[in-house]
Every structure is written in C-alpha cells, then in structure tokens.
C-alpha cells in the first residue's frame, strides 16, 4: 500500500475502518507525513486510528506544531503513555518548543525515571551534545563475562536507542572500554569483557558542539558515540540518525543566513510567519544599501556627465557581488564540514587569489569591451577605468570571502553570520566609491571630454 493510495481516498465515516487498517500497515515515517498534510480538524481523528505501537512510533516523525496541536486534543492518558515511550532526547526536543506550563503538566505524568532523563538532558545548554543525546544505552561491568554480557543485553536493554555498541564502566560510572555487538556474539560465554574490550574509546564531553560532535562521527564512521561529563562518567549517547538532523539543521541554517533568512524558516510555514522571520532581515538589508546609495550620491554631477556610468555600475555590483558570494560559500562549506579550519587561511586564500587573478583578468577585459561597446566616442575612456576597477574589486571579492568567515571562526563565532546581502554591500561600497572617485579626479585634472 502506497502513501498515495491512501491520500487519494475519500475521507469519510465509511472508509474509517478500511483507513485504520491501512495507516496501522505502513511505516511510522509514511503515516506521519500523511496525517501532516491532512486537514487541521482531521488530523487528530487520523492519528486516533493508530494503535498504541503504532501511534508512538508516529508521533515522533511529526512536525513539533503539530505534536503540540494533539496533546491538547488528546486524552491525559493517550498523551502520558505517548511522552513516557518516547525516547529522551525526543522528548527534551518537543518540550523545547512548548509552553512552560504544558511542560510541567507532561513532566508530572512521567515516570520518575523519564521525568529525571528529560530534566537531565534539558539542563544542557542548546546546541550541545549533551542536549542531544539519549540516555538510553547499553552499559557493563568491566568484570562480566561475555555469555553475562549478553543475558543482561537480553533481559534489560530491549528499549536501548541502539545497543550497536555497549559501553563498558568501572564502579562509578567511568568510561574505560567500549565493545560492539559483533565482539560479543562471536566471542565464547567465558571470556571476560575486558579481555576483548577496546581502550581506545572515542568519545565526546556533554558540552561539546553538536556540529563537532557530527564531524568526529563522520571522521571515524561511527552509528553512535558516547557521551561523558567533566569527571568522564558516561551520560549517554549520540546515534547516527541524531547526526543526520543535526548536519541537516546546521546545512539549513548556513544556507539561509548567506542569503539573509532566519535560520528556522521552514517552506510550509504560515504567510506571517514568513513574513515576521524576513522582514527584520530586508529592513536590515536597506539599512546596508542605504550605505552604498550614499557612496553614490556625492557623485550625482559625475554620473550626468558621464551617462554611460548608469549603465556600467549595475555590473560592477552583481558581478562584484557574486564573486565574494562564491568564495564566501566555498570557505563556509569546508569550515562546516571540517575540510579546513582557521590554520588553513592562508592556503586558502592564496588559491582564492590565484583563481582570482585569472578572474579578474578576463572581467576587467570583458568590461572594458562593454564600456566601448556601450559609450559614446568621446567616453571610451571610461572603459580602461572600469576594466580596472573591476579587476581591483574581484580580488577584493575574493580576500573578503576568505577572510571574512575564517576571522569569525577564529574568534567561535559562526561563520555563516557573513551573509551574502552584507558581503554584496560592502563590495559595492567599495566598487562604487573607487570607481565614481577615479572617474571624478579624470574628469577634473586631466579635463577628459564628455
């Protein structure tokens, strides 16, 4: 059964019984993308459809809006088996996003283990591996037997996030090993833990980037890592599907801040929404522009009598703009993925001029041409002062869209705060205010024709 079979039926009181069967047959991920795009009042009939299993696993593949739009339209009881199944770091997650006092009422209705999981894992600041890790793991002793091992992996750890890897303590807590599955179940039941046990264990403190944390697991190819305090007492762990949303929320957000959009817009959002998230940025956007404008108005005389600068600056902004827009992404994407760190600026930077040399050549020259093309007989020489300036403003370019997001990186701020928007602007200041000064000194000291 496809998810369109079920999107194109009639919903209706006689195709509920032949919809609770088919949404009970799919995969969680399928039935929560359906009941998403059904209707806002049909929405918590869908999901009353599901039963218990079902149902949880649904309920975290839904958008945090609408988790919070069935707890309120859910019974008590519904709600409170719903929070108690859901896994910690799940659960930290969608309390984030609602009102203080629904928190509360939810975290009275968990299990004192739960409730002390989620506090646990909120008290972590945002942004942190401890704030998105699971407190469900496997853990042993280090004196346990292989054959031990397992019956106690058989027993108590059905409902561990992953049990890919189990992490082996001393009495108080301590990471000292780590040994996976295959380890064990290929191993005879009399050998010791320790015996087959790695000491080499990577791991990360609880207050570690998230995006490093991504890094390191991509770096080593592991499905999860665990996750120690200040005095290395293993807390949790972070698996590999919590790395996939957090490279996926950190891509987002770098991709819409480099073209100056709240970083938690989503594409469905409401119309004002939308609108509340762009709209500080655009006014902050024409507060930058406004800056440009007034490089230019100085040189109001300079423009009529040279006509031809109306028609030449336009490029000098768009062209100007789009190369530190592409250096800029170039740099923020190999910082974000780990490919070169601040110690590599002036590599960097001298394959960005080099490139840029050889870009610069061939735009000074395709401008020159344009100018002539373009001016009146008498301003052709406005082209050898364009080609030039068109050069000078690439290299600019390039330098700032080096420079500019390694400095932030340098000093722990996120790079993707050098927006396309305020890296075009400041090019076009400058483009701008060395072009019209040229163009001026021309027209006054050496008295060229107009």
Known sequence: MLIQDIRD???????????????????????????????????????????????????????????????????????????????????????????????????????????QATATILGYPEGTAGRVMTTEYVRLQEGLTVGEALSKIRCQDEDKETIYYAYVTDNNRKLVRVVSLRQLLFTFPDVYIRDISSDRVIKVKTETPQEEVAQIMKRYDLIAIPVVDREERLVGIITIDDVIDILEEEATEDIQKLAGVSGDEEALSAPLVTMRKRLPWLLA????????????????????????????????????????????????????????????????????????????????????????????????WVGLIAGTVMATNTMVAVTLGTLLPMGLKRLKLDPALVSGPLVTTMLDTIGFLTFLTLISVALHVFHLPQ
């Open 9 to 115: 039926s009639l919903f209706d009181v006689s195709d509920l019984n032949q919809l609770k069967c088919d949404l009970n047959r799919l995969q969680p991920v399928d039935v929560g993308e359906y009941i998403t795009q059904l209707p806002e009042k049909q929405r918590a009939i869908a999901f009353r459809l599901l039963n218990k299993a079902q149902a949880i696993d649904v309920f975290e593949y839904l958008p945090t809006e609408l988790q919070e739009e069935l707890i309120n339209s859910l019974h008590n009881v519904q709600v409170a088996q719903i929070m108690e199944a859901m896994s910690p770091d799940e659960r930290a997650e969608l309390f984030d996003e609602l009102p203080a006092g629904v928190v509360k009422r939810l975290l009275q209705q968990l299990s004192p283990e739960q409730r």
């Open 285 to 380: 956007i024409m507060a930058l522009y406004i800056g440009a404008a007034s490089a230019i108005a100085p040189f109001q005389s300079v423009i009529a009598a040279v006509p031809v600068l109306a028609v030449i600056m336009p490029i000098f902004s768009n062209t100007g703009g789009t190369v530190g827009i592409q250096a800029l992404t170039v740099t923020i994407r190999g910082l974000g993925v780990g490919e070169v760190t601040p110690r590599d600026t002036f590599k960097i930077l001298r394959k960005e001029i080099l490139a840029g040399l050889g870009t610069a050549v061939v735009l000074a020259l395709t401008m020159m041409a344009l100018s002539m093309i373009w001016a009146k007989p008498q301003e052709r």
